[in-house]
């Protein structure tokens, strides 16, 4: 069982910057790929951006490339989503996701996850 809390959301205008964290317990950190996924109102759960377990591949979707960075601490249990030049279209809840084994496509499909956090919302405005 792995456990995920996210943190670091909440209100920025257009143009600032955010940097979720997602702190994990339980199993071995560094045995898994890591994900980021977002919920609008009214929208299907979507994929951003997904790391291996070794933080040497990395995946965004093409909304999000070149403004949002993911990285992972492993000694810490810990992986980030630093959020820049953040749009009104990103306002969504954050979800922060865990799974074995996934590596390349998988890793941009929820179903492939096994465990998720809680969420934590994140509003831009205008």
């Known amino acids: 069982q792995v456990q995920l809390v996210e943190s670091g959301g909440g209100l920025v205008q257009a143009g600032g910057s955010l940097r979720l964290s997602c702190a994990a317990s339980?199993?071995?950190?560094?045995?898994?790929?890591m994900g980021w996924f977002r919920q609008a109102p009214g929208k299907e759960r979507e994929f951003v951006a997904a790391?291996?377990?070794?933080?040497?591949?990395?995946y965004y979707t093409d909304s999000v490339k070149g403004r949002f960075t993911i990285s992972r601490d492993n000694a810490k249990n810990t992986m980030y989503l630093q959020m820049n030049s953040l749009k009104p279209e990103d306002t969504a809840v954050y979800y922060c996701t865990a799974g074995p084994q996934l590596s390349g496509g998988a890793m941009r499909r929820s179903g492939n996850y096994v465990y998720w956090g809680q969420g934590t919302q994140v509003t831009v405005s205008s």
């Open positions: 790391i291996g377990w070794s933080g040497g591949s990395t």
């Open positions: 339980g199993r071995t950190f560094s045995n898994y790929a």
